[in-house]
């Protein structure tokens, strides 16, 4: 069982970066692969970024590659969200999520445990 919590969400102007963490509960946090995916009003879920559980391979959005960087921290139980260039279009709820099969993160199918939510609002 895993339980994970984002934080760091807000507002910013456009242009800006944030910095989401997301603290994860349990003993086997670098047993899963790791994922940022968020959630505009109306719109569907969409991915953002996968990481692998040893960090060693990472995938991205099209449209943040190059201004969102995701990494972790292992030994602090805690993956994040680096996002930079920020634009008004990334006006989301961003969501972590966690499993055991990295396919499933990258594709959004199945995913055994996600957090709650935190907001980012990018103002024009």
């Known amino acids: 069982q895993v339980q994970l919590l984002e934080s760091g969400g807000g507002l910013v102007q456009a242009g800006g970066s944030l910095r989401l963490s997301c603290a994860a509960s349990?003993?086997?946090?670098?047993?899963?692969?790791m994922g940022w995916f968020r959630q505009a009003p109306g719109k569907e879920r969409e991915f953002v970024a996968a990481?692998?559980?040893?960090?060693?391979?990472?995938h991205y959005a099209d449209s943040v590659s190059g201004r969102f960087t995701i990494s972790r921290d292992n030994a602090k139980n805690t993956v994040y969200l680096q996002m930079n260039s920020l634009k008004p279009e990334d006006t989301a709820v961003y969501y972590c999520?966690?499993?055991?099969?990295?396919?499933?993160?990258?594709?959004?199918?199945?995913?055994?445990?996600w957090g709650q939510g935190t907001q980012v609002t990018v103002s024009s």
């Open positions: 999520a966690a499993d055991f099969q990295y396919r499933s993160i990258v594709t959004l199918e199945r995913i055994d445990y």
């Open positions: 349990g003993r086997t946090f670098s047993s899963y692969h």
């Open positions: 990481i692998s559980w040893s960090g060693g391979t990472t």
